[in-house]
């Protein structure tokens, strides 16, 4: 809940009460939940005042507002559940879903109950009385004003049952008939968005029958990649000679398991093939590029010392030296080192002392390598494949596009099952290929709010796109609304990518075809965090990690000043300590139990805190 006025309040009301499209970029603990539920609180009261698109006026579209002046229960209910259905709001989880669902469903209900606004902003605006709720008060605000001013304009009848017909009177009557429809509040994830469309349209989605969705229960899923690429191996690779070819001469630099391994990967996430096809192999600007940084490095670390640092340093001058040679091999030899020193030679995780000085004074042209092994491997890579494995590169794109092309539907055809991805898939076809259908879809809609929005990935913001790209043959334009934080994008192992959601951003009134330009807001205010873990959380994505412009710095609510946590790093890779793996993960557990047997010993309170106790693991 909001607690008073806060440095962003305009922010918010406009995020949730705009007529146009919109981002809303919201870090945590900043509130994005509450503010999406009142985004689509407002969409709901105020839908009989809303324009459907750009060709109509602003003001009343729907001039009997039958919502509010139905002259009946069951008309009241028939306007609720059309309003309802035009709204769709996507989640992340089942369990985010279902609180959303919550939460609308106790605005509504809250609504229908006070006798009176003066009862109902005493609830929402005392604080004695609990936590203030203002930007809902002012939802309710903006409703009874449309609601006055229609009003004004039209006689409209008294309500069935009601003694008074007056605008607040007839709000209860509207959110009492929205409450009672809630449960079809169209509130899920996106997979579920798009089986949603799937079963409307199975004939023209080319769905059997017999096919069913999977659910969200592992079992629907355990093993599906492996049973397709198992089909596949037999159906095709086994007996087509120019497949088995190609095989041949892959298994030449690459096992069969590590094949069978990418082409589960490629199932998955299919635009693999074509980024395979795209990717640039030959830079030559980048390979002396690459090869000038090796060499900066090499002359840095030179005045640090250590044994450790001049063995590592004289290591990477031999492979320096063959790369400046172009010896055979010499790039995959570069891809080797850059994996074993990853713990060791790259600033965002070193811990030496010299290596940490040795990239800090690099120019920021080579320096770009060594912020991690990964900015250094990725190049290296390619040129390695180009170098190295060039014939191969191009046998490895068409027996994977082979796959692809086969896989695609294979879930279906082969396993009788649609699994998530693939229910995104045949939407998006669905969507793309039919124009009457996304015309009929997208004339049931009136907005499309997105929750979690910097974890979608590029299929998912193709559905999006079919669903939000206006019409040329309709004027109504559905409105998108996306709540999201590019910081806390951390599902790339499942195809989010945030340079997609970037482009997806920044094109957004290009890809929709939209009049209304979208517009941008910044939830700044922080309701979760202390002032000292504010202040660290600025400075680190200030300083150290720049992803956010001034604009996005958070601004602490707390006025709590709780001590900071002692942090403990139970290094079982210090230098000196020659463990093997097992051994490293018994010191660690060992210490860990220590430490915090330690602490319970110590801290002198009944029960055991516990709770006070926070154990990370890197995974």
């Known amino acids: 809940m909001i ?80 309003t309802i259905r035009s709204l769709v709001l996507t989640t992340f989880t089942r369990k985010a879903a279902a609180e959303m669902q919550t939460r609308l469903y106790r605005y509504l209900d809250s609504i229908a109950a006070a006798p009176s606004l003066s009862d109902l902003e005493a609830k929402y605006l005392d604080s004695g009385k609990g936590p203030q709720d203002t930007l809902f008060c002012e939802i309710v605000q903006s409703v009874l004003r449309n609601l006055t001013a229609e009003g004004s304009r039209h006689d409209l009848p008294l309500l069935e049952g009601l003694e008074f017909g007056d605008s607040y009177q007839r709000l209860r009557a509207g959110a009492q008939a929205l409450g009672e429809l809630a449960t079809e509040l169209q509130i899920s994830t996106i997979h579920s968005l798009a089986a949603s469309i799937l079963r409307r349209y199975p004939l023209q989605a080319g769905i059997p029958p017999a096919a069913h969705f999977a659910r969200e229960e592992e079992d629907d899923l355990a093993g599906v990649e492996d049973q397709v690429v ?39 996430f299919p635009w693999i093939g074509e ?24 002359q840095a670390l030179g005045t640090a010392t250590g044994s450790r640092i001049e063995r590592e340093r004289i290591r990477l001058d031999q ?15 570069l891809c080797l080192f850059a994996r074993e020193q990853r713990q060791y030679l790259f600033l965002d995780r070193a811990k030496t002392k010299g290596v940490q000085e ?22 290296a890579a390619r040129i390695c494949v180009a170098k190295q494995f060039g014939k191969t590169w191009k046998v490895w794109t068409r027996f994977l596009g082979r796959f692809i092309s086969w896989a695609d539907g294979a879930g279906i055809r082969e396993l009788g099952l649609i699994t998530f991805d693939e229910m995104i898939r045949l939407a ?21 709010l997105v929750d979690e929005f910097q974890d979608t990935d590029p299929s998912q913001l193709r559905l999006l796109r079919a669903l939000l ?16 934080d590019t910081k806390q994008s951390i599902y790339r192992f499942r195809g989010a990518d945030v340079g997609s959601i970037d482009d997806f951003y920044q094109h957004y009134q290009s890809y929709t075809g939209c009049d209304r330009s979208p517009g941008d807001f910044y939830l700044k205010t922080n309701f979760r965090s202390t002032r000292q873990v504010i202040r660290f959380v600025n400075h680190f994505f200030d300083e150290q990690l720049s992803l956010t412009a001034e604009k996005d710095n958070l601004l602490p609510i707390r006025t709590d000043q709780t001590s900071l946590p002692e942090w403990i790093l139970i ?36 029960p055991a805190p516990y709770h006070d106790v926070l154990i990370l693991v890197r995974d």
Not at 238 to 258: N, Y
Not at 276 to 293: F, M, R, S, T
Not at 365 to 374: L, M, T
């Open 3 to 82: 607690l008073g006025n806060l440095p962003d309040s305009q922010m918010r009301t406009e995020a949730i009460t705009t007529s146009d499209h919109a981002f809303v970029w919201a870090s945590a603990g900043t509130g994005k939940t509450h503010t999406l539920a009142l985004r689509a609180l407002y969409l709901l009261l105020n839908a009989p005042f809303l324009p459907h698109g750009s060709g109509e006026r602003q003001g009343f579209v729907d001039s009997d507002c039958s919502l509010y002046s139905a002259a009946s229960r069951s008309e009241r209910l028939r306007a609720a559940r059309e």
């Open 230 to 268: 198992e089909r596949w191996w037999q159906r095709v690779v086994l007996d087509d000679s120019e497949a088995q070819e190609e095989l041949v001469k892959l298994l030449e630099v690459a096992p069969v398991s590590q094949i069978r391994h990418w082409l589960k990967l490629s199932y998955q």
């Open 275 to 298: 980024e395979a096809e795209a990717l640039p192999l030959n830079d030559k600007e980048q390979i002396d590029q690459l090869v000038e940084a090796v060499q900066a490095l090499v």
């Open 319 to 333: 492979i320096g030296q063959r790369l400046a040679s172009d010896e055979a091999g010499c790039w995959e030899q």
């Open 358 to 379: 040795a990239i800090k004074v690099l120019s920021s042209r080579h320096a770009q390598y060594f912020q991690s092994w990964i900015y250094l491997y990725s190049p």
């Open 428 to 448: 998006v076809r669905l969507l793309e290929e039919n124009p009457g259908i996304r015309r009929a879809e997208q004339g049931r809609l009136r907005a499309i």
């Open 469 to 484: 790209a206006k019409d040329s043959q309709s004027q109504r334009e559905v409105l998108g609304f996306f709540v999201g």
């Open 571 to 606: 290094d079982s890779d210090t230098e000196g300590m020659d463990f093997t793996v097992d051994q490293a993960r018994e010191y660690a557990a060992s210490e860990t139990l220590r430490i915090i047997q330690e602490y319970l010993d110590d801290s002198g309170v009944e």
